[in-house]
């Protein structure tokens, strides 16, 4: 099972100074031990904003604690909802005028 949590959250995460947000799984793979060492190396390279925290290996069964930082979405704007008017006619006759300008400058 997968949980995310925070990603929405108006609270901040607890840190001890600047810090990435992150979420953080865990992962099993099975393979011999040198798939399973690869495997954390393709991690690392196909997914830049993943790291590898923890590896765990036992006969062929791998564990991977993975954390993928992402950037926060802003909440202030979500929640923000801002209206689109029509066009007055007013403004689509200034439309019509600048067209018309443009016609004729070519």
């Known amino acids: ?6 990603i929405y959250s108006k609270d901040k995460p607890e840190t ?5 947000p992150s979420v953080s799984i ?4 099975t393979g011999d031990s ?6 954390s190396d393709e991690l690392h390279k196909t997914l830049p904003l993943a790291e ?3 590896m765990g290996t036992a006969q062929s069964r791998g564990t ?8 926060p979405y802003n909440l202030n704007a979500l929640a923000r909802q ?10 689509i006759n200034l ?3 600048l067209e018309e300008w443009l016609k004729n400058s070519k």
Do not use: D, H, R, W
């Open 1 to 6: 099972s997968l949980k995310l949590g925070n």
């Open 16 to 20: 001890a100074g600047p810090k990435t």
């Open 26 to 29: 865990i992962m099993e793979a």
């Open 34 to 39: 040198k798939n399973l060492i690869k495997f």
């Open 52 to 54: 590898v925290k923890k």
């Open 64 to 71: 991977y604690e993975v954390n993928f930082f992402y950037k």
């Open 82 to 91: 801002e209206v689109v008017n029509s066009i007055s006619p007013a403004q």
């Open 95 to 97: 439309l019509k005028t």
